[in-house]
């Protein structure tokens, strides 16, 4: 049973870089999946952030500037680094973890707890 | 951008009625459409996907269809833990969401 758990700091501060890791257990990282996260703010809904599998990183094109993410093979977790971080950048953030059936496009199967993430001096 | 549409935003209806939910694509998706369920503080979660593949552990009163650009999710016999939002999502062209629909008590 795959089980991921965000964890960061649930303050910011405007300009700064919003930093979040996902732990993931029941399964490895190196496993042929999408590593994802993906956000939710009252004022734009669920908002799909970008995904980083075996074949390198996707970013969704507005934030694709200040967006990177990674995997750490030896913790088993992946992470999310966002830039320049301003009020409209509070959230909650969510890890996921997306799947692949005929398309070979992923929708999201599992799912974080979530974090709430705030900016604000 | 592909948009998602869904409507209504908002449903009220009783338990045991049956419950049919609209999402529409600004462009073609073919069949790469999940749908989620979620409840107040909790993450969504995966109903459906392929548009009419229920994921694992999911009720068979939950079911999908569409292709190309319109979607149903229809839940033939609401339970009282069916009251939730709903959002669609298309993994076509990358991925975007739908605003939600809001199924409440009548």
């Known amino acids: 049973q795959v089980q991921l758990q965000e964890s960061g700091p649930g303050l910011v501060t405007p300009s700064g870089t919003l930093s979040l890791t996902c732990a993931v257990s029941?399964?490895?990282?190196?496993?042929?999946?999408?590593w994802s996260w993906v956000r939710q703010s009252p004022g734009k809904g669920l908002e799909w952030i970008g995904e980083i599998s075996l074949s390198g990183a996707d970013y969704n094109a507005p934030l694709k500037s200040r967006v990177t993410m990674s995997v750490d093979k030896s913790k088993n977790q992946f992470s999310l680094d966002l830039t320049s971080v301003t009020a409209a950048d509070t959230a909650v953030y969510y890890c996921?973890?997306?799947?692949?059936?005929?398309?070979?496009?992923?929708?999201?199967?599992?799912w974080g707890r979530g974090t709430l993430v705030i900016v604000s001096s | 951008e592909t948009v998602m549409t869904q409507s209504p935003a908002t449903l009220s209806v009783s338990p045991g009625e049956r419950v049919t939910l609209s999402c529409r694509a600004s462009q073609s998706v073919s069949i790469n459409v999940a749908w989620y369920q979620q409840k107040p503080g909790q993450a969504p979660r995966l109903l459906i996907y392929?548009?009419?593949n229920r994921a694992t552990g999911i009720p068979a009163r939950f079911s999908g269809s569409g292709s190309g650009t319109e979607f149903t999710l229809t839940i033939s016999s609401l339970q009282s833990e069916d009251f939730a939002t709903y959002y669609c999502q298309q993994y076509s062209h990358w991925r975007t969401f739908g605003q939600g629909t809001k199924v409440e008590v009548k």
């Open positions: 996921a973890r997306g799947s692949s059936f005929n398309s070979g496009f992923p929708y999201f199967d599992s």
């Open positions: 029941g399964v490895s990282v190196t496993s042929p999946k999408y």
């Open positions: 392929g548009a009419s």
